[in-house]
């Protein structure tokens, strides 16, 4: 088992930045991929941003440019730098861990983000 906790959000005017955190603990293992989900009520869950235990990451296009996901292994954290951000970034955030090697996938408590114009 893995827990995550994440810690960050809140309100911000556009154009302002946000960083979250995700601090994982449990059965940690050297093959996993750790990211940040967003979700907007009456929408699915869509992928923001994901980073494998190598440093390797991945943005949805809508974030390129803006955010930065980045972690610290040694901590087993996982940071999501938001910059420039938008209204239309407003959202649930949630952190999720995967290990790949096993298959399974774990997620952290939502966050709320609200960029206001």
């Known amino acids: 088992q893995v827990q995550l906790v994440v810690s960050g959000g809140g309100l911000v005017q556009a154009g302002g930045s946000l960083r979250l955190s995700c601090a994982a603990s449990?059965?940690?293992?050297?093959?996993?991929?750790m990211g940040w989900y967003r979700q907007v009520p009456g929408n699915q869950r869509e992928l923001v941003a994901n980073?494998?235990?190598?440093?390797?990451?991945n943005y949805a296009d809508s974030v390129k440019g803006r955010f930065t996901i980045s972690r610290d292994n040694a901590k087993s954290t996982v940071y999501l730098q938001m910059d420039s951000l938008k209204p239309e970034d407003t959202a649930e955030y949630y952190c999720a861990y995967t290990d790949y090697l096993r298959g399974a996938s774990y997620w952290g408590q939502g966050t709320q983000v609200t960029v206001s114009s």
């Open positions: 449990g059965s940690i293992s050297s093959t996993n991929i």
């Open positions: 980073i494998f235990s190598s440093g390797s990451a």
